[in-house]
């Protein structure tokens, strides 16, 4: 244990980027405010932190982002409606997102990478350690997963990355590290990261997924991080060189995670979602298993 650790209440999401991908969609709405189900993505990833014990979040944003703001803020007049209405249960959910956590937004402007997105949050977030959760994908409520990242960095003082197995073939999509396990289960010491590397740079298909748990120096390593891998500062460079000069871990994730930056994966991730939900899953489960039958 380090002196300079206290309890991590704080979290950085980056929701800067276009959302290319997505076009025409997001044209002229936040590919995180793209519905999964019946909630905007960016929802399930702030719940996510919130159940981690976060209650203060700083989202790095661009010009266009307005309703990110507006979707965790009150709105009254829609509160007054639903009570008039009777709609106890959509009033309680619409309420509850205004209470989350206190909400803090800082402009990027320019789109000039990731490590530079967290970058922007540093007088925000000060010199404390917080969590950085992207956007892109998230964890199933039930494989809770942060709280762990966060447990590991109170006792140690060192970054924590979260890490998935993935096959050989999907690399290079990811950022990627030399790991060696320690005694704790799952848990690696990292030595290398590498930010999206071939087949054959690739040290292990230990790749690096959108969650972090990072001390405050981190902001220092960032600020001298020169441009890397798409012209872009990277947030895996910066790690990198945190990890020459000091241990820093990886946990190795086993559960749900859901890709939804990718079309395949946002239209994997609504099914399963929508299978796992109480209201709508029984119903929706026997229309796919007769649909499903039905094709060729
Ligand atoms: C970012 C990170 C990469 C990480 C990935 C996880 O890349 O730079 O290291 O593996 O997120 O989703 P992006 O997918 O934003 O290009």
Redesign the pocket.
């Known amino acids: 244990m380090t002196d300079r650790v206290t309890r991590v209440h704080k979290a950085v999401i980056p929701a800067a980027g276009y959302g290319t991908r997505f076009l025409p969609a997001t044209k002229a709405q936040p590919k995180e405010m793209i519905p999964v189900v019946d909630r905007p993505a960016i929802q399930y990833v702030v719940d996510e932190a919130v159940g981690a014990g976060i209650d203060d979040i700083t989202m790095i944003v661009s010009s266009g982002k307005e309703s990110l703001a507006d979707h965790f803020d009150r709105m009254l007049e829609l509160e007054r409606v639903l009570v008039e209405k009777g709609k106890t249960e959509l009033y309680d959910e619409i309420r509850r997102l205004g209470e989350l956590a206190q909400f803090s937004y800082v402009r990027q402007p320019e789109q000039l990478g ?1 490590g530079h997105a967290v970058l922007c949050a540093a007088p925000a977030v000060g010199e404390e350690s917080f969590a950085v959760l ?1 956007g ?2 998230f964890l199933d409520e039930r494989d809770p997963f942060l709280h762990r990242m966060i447990d590991l960095h109170e006792r140690t003082g060192r970054a924590v990355i979260a890490l998935m197995e993935v096959p050989e073939d999907q690399v290079h ?3 990627c590290a030399a790991a060696t396990p320690t005694d704790e289960d799952g848990v690696f010491e990292l030595t290398d990261l590498i ?1 999206k590397p071939s087949r054959e740079e690739a040290p292990s298909n230990l ?4 969650r972090y748990v990072l001390p405050g120096e981190i902001f220092d390593v960032l600020a001298k991080t020169e441009k890397g891998r798409g012209g872009e500062i ?3 460079d910066a790690l990198r060189t945190l990890a020459q000069r000091e241990p820093i871990y990886g946990i190795r994730f086993d559960g749900r995670r859901y890709d939804v ?1 990718d079309k395949q994966g946002y239209l994997q991730a609504t099914v399963q979602l929508a299978l796992a939900r109480d209201d709508l899953g029984p119903a929706f489960k026997r229309w796919l298993v007769e649909y499903v039958a039905g094709l060729e």
């Open positions: 990731l992207l892109d994908d999509l990811y950022g930010e790749a690096v997924i959108g990277q947030l895996t930056g």
